[in-house]
């Protein structure tokens, strides 16, 4: 069955540093690939989406990149700042109008 | 604009009790989703609906859960009864149908069966 694995242990980085969480995901070939951020007590906010033929796409200081032969995406985030201390979580086109999403892996980023 | 509208935001039942949530999707939104989320976990989608149809309830237990969106708008998802195990953050998201990949969420209601 499809499955999406993100790191489940916590990262911890130094303001200005940059942040880097992983996706993997098995088991299909996602036409796109999205990145969703929440906060404790709130909805998840949508933050960026990257096609199947994107290797990487930028949006402010956020980069995703997409290997489709490693299955795999790379969210970066630049010159980091304790406000962007929350949970990441990446989500899948799971067929028809389904969306998976993974458990997320927390960011802790200290001044 | 207003966001997605959930409420309430806290409740707390005994098991074999019923609740239900009510969720207001963003105005001109034809798609709107509930998801549970576990603790640790991220969201798993249990229905979908496009304007009043359903159009993915695989995930939804529905021997105790049934949802129902009344004139394409708002939408109410039921449990009855509830068991322990959906102790849970409930999730409401819309999106519109030319930009359907972004879902727009609302604050959840955190439910607690004791």
């Known amino acids: ?111 | 604009e207003a966001g997605v509208a959930q409420s309430p935001r806290y409740k707390i039942i005994e098991k074999r009790q019923s609740v239900a949530f009510w969720c207001n999707p963003i105005s001109g939104h034809a798609t709107l989703y509930w998801y549970q989320q576990i603790l640790g976990q991220g969201p798993k989608l249990l229905i979908q609906f496009q304007n009043n149809g359903v159009v993915d309830d695989s995930q939804l237990p529905k021997d105790r859960f049934s949802a129902e969106r009344l004139k394409g708008v708002d939408s109410t998802l039921k449990i009855q009864p509830a068991k322990l195990e959906d102790s849970a953050v409930y999730l409401c998201a819309s999106s519109s149908q030319t930009v359907a990949y972004e879902q727009y969420f609302g604050p959840g209601t955190r439910l607690t069966v004791t």
Do not use: M
Request: hydrophobic letters at 35%; glycine letters at 6%.
């Open chain 1, 1 to 111: 069955s499809q499955k999406i694995e993100q790191n489940s242990e916590a990262l911890n980085i130094q303001e200005g540093k940059t942040a880097t969480l992983t996706c993997n995901y098995t088991n299909y070939s996602p036409a796109y690939l999205q990145w969703y951020r929440q906060d404790p007590g709130r909805g998840p906010v949508f933050l960026l989406l990257i096609r199947e033929n994107e290797k990487e796409k930028r949006k402010e200081r956020l980069k995703v990149t997409f290997d489709t032969t490693l299955k795999q995406s790379l969210f970066h985030i630049t010159a980091s700042q304790p406000a962007d201390s929350a949970t990441y979580l990446c989500a899948l086109p799971a067929g028809g109008f389904k969306t998976i999403f993974g458990a997320g892996t927390r960011l802790f980023v200290k001044a």
